[in-house]
């Protein structure tokens, strides 16, 4: 069942001599439970692509359905609690927020939302996680893998549609890299969440199910791996 889908999305910054086209009519879809990676050079389009499917930014032409919902068809308010709700962000570096502990910046995104923390799935989290007996840690009481297990965790807790993940192991050395792909597999089987990860990493590339290239903004190959 198609989760995801992308077309001909164009974004472009600057006018005239300084123009740049970041995203240059691309088109993909993403069945629901589908790990997916996306390659390429720097300056090549990832993350600009990553933010627009997740509503973070808006294309300069194209349209992005997310569970068959136009997402910019929605004004900014209902933007914003698509994204609250049906999409999960990971960050290379955390993104975490100092003065809560880690139960807070897990659940931040449900207590945003007026919501009732669902303390199964937090408790449930926290085991997977590892993270059992830190809930009170700030993050600067926590290794770099552990912080971004906590980004890992508020990306999880509402469920979301869709995980993207930008670099999500740029910051962590290799023992860590590994251990954070791996939680991600386990999101993917376990709660089958459709998960899209920018990595410059082959060998987390290699892991994925399908691997998608972009280079100058194009999509260059878009290969299924494994099912």
Do not use: C, W
Request: charged residues 25%; without cysteine.
């Amino acid at each position: 069942m198609e989760i995801l889908r992308a077309e001909n999305l164009t974004k472009i910054y600057g006018s005239g001599a300084n123009e740049v086209r970041a995203l240059d009519g691309v088109s993909f879809s993403v069945e629901k439970g589908e790990f997916i990676a996306i390659v390429g050079p720097s300056g090549s389009g990832k993350s600009t692509l990553l933010h627009i499917l997740g509503g973070v930014d808006r294309p300069t032409s194209g349209k992005v359905y997310m569970d068959g919902q136009d997402v910019f068809a929605q004004n900014e308010e209902q933007l914003a609690i698509f994204r609250r709700r049906q999409v999960g962000l990971i960050y290379q570096f955390y993104n975490l927020i100092p003065v809560l502990n880690v139960r807070e910046n897990i659940t931040l995104p449900v207590l945003m939302d007026g919501r009732k923390v669902n303390e199964e799935r937090f408790n449930e989290l926290i085991s997977v996680l590892n993270l059992k007996g830190k809930e009170n840690f700030l993050p600067h009481q926590l290794s770099g893998g552990q912080q971004q297990r906590v980004s890992i965790g508020r990306a999880l807790m509402n469920a979301p549609a869709v995980v993207l993940a930008d670099e999500p192991t740029g910051n962590l050395d290799s023992k860590n890299r590994q251990e954070i792909i791996e939680l991600l597999k386990i999101s993917n089987k376990k709660y089958n969440q459709t998960i899209i990860v920018i990595t410059h990493d082959e060998n987390i590339a290699l892991q994925a199910d399908r691997i998608i290239a972009i280079e100058d903004g194009k999509i260059t190959h878009d290969e299924v791996m494994k099912r």
